[in-house]
């Protein structure tokens, strides 16, 4: 089944059921550019976000086009190994790697998100090299590492583990990520967000139950008042 749908129509949906903004996701938003582009253009101009979820391979020329309207950005990164982005993703890392410089360096709100799948990027110097590169771009940049389970043309490996992430969460802490989010698997503690300053618990994630206890407005830690990297108006 195909659905017409114009960016104008979009625009209205996301605002008659209350969204604050708009995600372009699950497909590849780059290879719809043009739709993202006059989607994103009529979304800010009524007052909404836009939430760009990549594989992070634009162009130099997409970059530009979109940059303006774009105001966050998560970006796959599936490996930290050419090798692995060339057999197992059919592409190259670095535009990747340049990609999330770039947004991050323009004020693009830049996360990152990590597919940790057992026996091909979970091992310890992996993980520590893509922390450490997160780390040499912004300590602030959120890193979530997430949970693969057999799928599609990879069902011969088993589901991640639970204490794969939790290796992965503590290598991040270590290089001096300040956010790090474990996803895909249940794990209320680190799935939410605590200040880097004080440890008080900002926002406490529950599966899709939020609970928020920070000064919004500000985008500051309740207790202390640091500075939490986000988009918060
Ligand atoms: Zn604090």
Same mark, same amino acid.
């Given at each position: 089944m195909s659905? $017409?749908? =114009? ?7 996301a605002?008659?059921t209350?969204?604050? #903004?708009?995600?372009? $996701?699950? %497909?590849?938003?780059?290879?719809f550019?043009e &739709? ?5 253009i ?6 909404l976000k836009n939430?760009?979820?990549s %594989?992070? &391979?634009?162009?130099?020329? $997409? ?10 950005? %998560? ?5 930290f190994?050419?090798?692995y982005y060339?057999?197992?993703?059919k592409?190259?890392i670095?535009p990747?790697? %340049?990609n999330?410089k770039? &947004? &991050? ?12 799948v057992p026996?091909?990027n979970? =091992? ?6 893509i922390a450490?590169?997160l780390?040499?771009v912004?300590s602030?940049i959120?890193?979530?590492v997430?949970?693969f389970?057999?799928?599609y043309k +990879? ?12 290796n ?8 001096g990520?300040?956010y790090?989010y474990?996803?895909n698997?249940?794990?209320?503690v680190?799935s939410?967000?605590f200040c880097p300053k ?6 406490k994630r529950?599966?899709y139950d939020?609970?928020i206890? +920070?000064?919004?407005?500000?985008g500051?830690?309740?207790?202390c008042?640091e500075k939490?990297? #986000?988009?918060?108006?």
């Open positions: 659905v $017409t749908i =114009s960016p104008k129509e979009i625009v209205r949906r605002k008659e209350g969204a604050k #903004g708009i995600a372009y $996701t699950y %497909n590849e938003p780059a290879i550019v &739709f993202t582009h006059d989607t994103a009529l979304a800010k101009k009524e007052g939430i760009y979820v %594989n992070g &391979f634009e162009s130099d020329e $997409t970059f530009k086009y979109i940059r303006d309207y774009i105001d966050a950005i %998560n970006i796959d990164l599936k490996s190994s050419k090798d060339i057999k197992v993703c592409a190259k670095e990747v790697l %340049n999330i770039k &947004f &991050f360096q323009i004020g693009v709100e830049t996360e990152v998100t990590t597919l940790i026996g091909l979970d =091992s310890k110097k992996e993980l520590k090299s450490e590169f780390v040499s912004s602030d959120p890193w979530h997430s949970a389970y057999p799928t +990879m069902t011969d490996i088993f589901p991640t583990p639970h204490s794969t992430l939790v992965a969460y503590n290598i991040g802490k270590k290089a990520l300040k790090i474990i996803g698997i249940r794990d209320t680190r939410s967000t004080c440890g008080q618990c900002l926002i529950d599966g939020v609970k206890d +920070m000064d919004l407005g500000k500051k830690c309740s207790k008042a939490i990297y #986000g988009v918060w108006k």
